[in-house]
């Protein structure tokens, strides 16, 4: 009596080099701008604790053939693929300058377009600069609510900068660089858990 031998595919090894798929999206149409250099902190601060890799939307670029949009299939190809990029992400961190006391115009018309089921439970980090210290609920009253109607999930801690917390264009201020780390550190547990494919490099450089 012949046994029948059975072949037995071994398990696929779990890739170490797994990276989060972070898209920025900087709600400000001056180039340069203290919107997108908070952005990209926040975006370095999160590479410096998880693999990622990033891309970063910037209206200032797409804003002329975005404005001139009221559908979505009035968009070129160039801005439909940035939509797509952001209903995408693993991890969305957006900022926004404040205009007469709210986000910016196209940043809300921007995401207007974005599919309303595309970011359920997709981790965000808020973020906006102002002024003054006045806008700051900017964060807490504008960009969490538009957020929620997504069903995605804002992050602890957002980031409000004014302008004197810049110089040349750059983060320069200290409690800015601390707020901003501290939002960063509160929030990776969070993605981990929510993305369950991020490498914590701090963590792996401990074992």
């Not at 910037?58 to 299939?73: Q, W, Y």
């Not at 957006?94 to 997709?122: C, E, I």
């Amino acid at each position: 009596m012949t046994q029948a031998i059975l072949s037995v595919r071994p398990p696929e090894p779990v890739s170490s080099t797994a990276r989060l798929n972070v898209v920025a999206v900087s709600g400000s149409v001056s180039a340069p701008s203290k919107t997108r250099a908070l952005l990209d902190e926040i975006v370095a601060a999160l590479g410096n604790r998880l693999e990622i890799t990033a891309h970063t939307v910037s209206l200032n670029e797409i804003g002329p053939a975005l404005a001139g949009a009221v559908r979505r299939d009035e968009l070129p190809p160039t801005v439909e693929a940035e939509l797509e990029r952001i209903e995408r992400a693993d991890v969305l961190v957006v900022a926004s300058p404040v205009y007469r006391a709210a986000v910016s115009g196209l940043f809300k018309h921007l995401f207007d377009l974005v599919d309303q089921h595309a970011l359920a439970g997709t981790p965000v980090i808020v973020s906006a600069t102002g002024g003054s210290d006045r806008h700051a609920l900017v964060v807490e009253h504008h960009l969490r609510p538009l957020f929620a109607f997504f069903q995605a999930v804002t992050l602890p801690l957002g980031v409000y900068a004014c302008e004197a917390e810049f110089s040349g264009g750059r983060v320069a201020g200290a409690a800015l660089r601390d707020r901003i780390e501290r939002a960063v550190e509160v929030s990776v547990p969070l993605i981990r858990r929510l993305s369950g494919s991020a490498v914590d490099r701090s963590a792996r450089a401990v074992r």
